[in-house]
Nanobody, 125 residues
Framework: VQLQASGGGLVQPGGSLRLSCATS????????IGWFRRAPGKEREGVSY????????YYAASVKGRFTISTDDAKKTVYLEMNSLKPDDTGVYSC???????????????????WGQGTQVTVSS
């Protein structure tokens, strides 16, 4: 089982980035995927979630309206489109997979079984 996040970088406030989470070794259409971030000196935070059927999508209040999560089952990749980026969005972004996390607990990282290495996002002028 592998997940690999990519697409991070340095961007100015107001800019955009698209993160990718490439998966392998498990059926993506049977697993929920979450995006998390850890900012310097802060605890890990759930950013967004997409259910295995892509029928449910959730976002942290801090990113709602600016971030969009999507999935491409053919490419076995989950994307996080990030717009209107703010300095507070800075952090290491990681994706994780679970077959049991559920909609009410999507933001709890402890419920995810598989994690990928993160990608650094820095929002700064």
């Amino acid at each position: 089982v592998q997940l690999q996040a990519s697409g991070g970088g340095l961007v100015q406030p107001g800019g955009s980035l698209r993160l990718s989470c490439a998966t392998s070794g498990f059926p993506l259409d049977r697993y929920d995927i979450g995006w998390f971030r850890r900012a310097p000196g802060k605890e890990r935070e759930g950013v967004s979630y997409i259910s295995s059927s892509a029928g449910s999508r959730y976002y942290a209040a801090s990113v709602k309206g600016r971030f969009t999560i999507s999935t491409d089952d053919a490419k076995k990749t989950v994307y996080l489109e990030m717009n209107s980026l703010k300095p507070d969005d800075t952090g290491v972004y990681s994706c994780a997979a679970s077959d049991v996390v559920g909609r009410s607990s999507w933001f709890l990282g402890s419920l995810y079984d598989f994690w990928g290495q993160g990608t650094q996002v820095t929002v700064s002028s």
